[in-house]
């Protein structure tokens, strides 16, 4: 039973990393101190796309589920939880690169705006 929970809450870990990896830096507005662990954080979540790696949480979730008495997966954190709702087929290296491509995209659209205001406020 331990070891069921703490799958489950290496699964919220998760979650809640590739969401705070894509969506981060809009904390980073009203946090602005944030940015010095969202930064390495979304360099991370994009590495771990472009290269095609597994992140460590992956394995750390199925050795849980193993220990529990639960079925482990062979695919990553993104093609067992996230690609089934998010896309019907299977997680392509094209895909992966686009996801990567999203998430610098995403970040570097957001500090941009936040660079921009600060530059306003320091000219005033």
């Given at each position: 039973?331990?070891?069921?929970?703490?799958?489950d809450?290496?699964?919220?870990?998760h979650?809640a990393?590739?969401?705070?990896?894509?969506?981060?830096?809009?904390?980073?507005?009203r946090?602005?101190?944030?940015?010095?662990?969202?930064?390495?954080?979304?360099?991370?979540?994009?590495?771990?796309?472009?290269?095609?790696?597994?992140?460590?949480?992956?394995?750390?979730?199925?050795?849980?589920?193993?220990?529990?008495?639960?079925?482990?997966?062979?695919s990553?954190?993104?093609e067992?939880?996230l690609?089934?709702?998010?896309?019907?087929?299977?997680?392509?290296?094209?895909?992966?690169?686009?996801?990567?491509?999203?998430?610098?995209?995403?970040n570097?659209?957001?500090?941009?705006?936040?660079?921009?205001?600060?530059?306003?406020?320091?000219?005033?």
């Amino acid at each position: 039973m331990p070891y069921r929970l703490l799958a489950d809450a290496t699964v919220l870990l998760h979650v809640a990393f590739v969401a705070f990896v894509v969506l981060g830096g809009l904390l980073v507005f009203r946090w602005p101190k944030l940015a010095w662990v969202h930064i390495p954080a979304a360099a991370w979540g994009a590495w771990v796309e472009f290269a095609g790696i597994v992140c460590p949480l992956t394995p750390l979730e199925n050795w849980f589920r193993a220990r529990g008495g639960q079925a482990a997966y062979t695919s990553d954190f993104i093609e067992h939880y996230l690609m089934p709702v998010l896309y019907p087929a299977a997680l392509s290296r094209e895909l992966q690169w686009a996801l990567g491509g999203i998430v610098l995209l995403v970040n570097a659209a957001v500090y941009l705006v936040l660079l921009r205001r600060r530059g306003r406020r320091r000219q005033t």
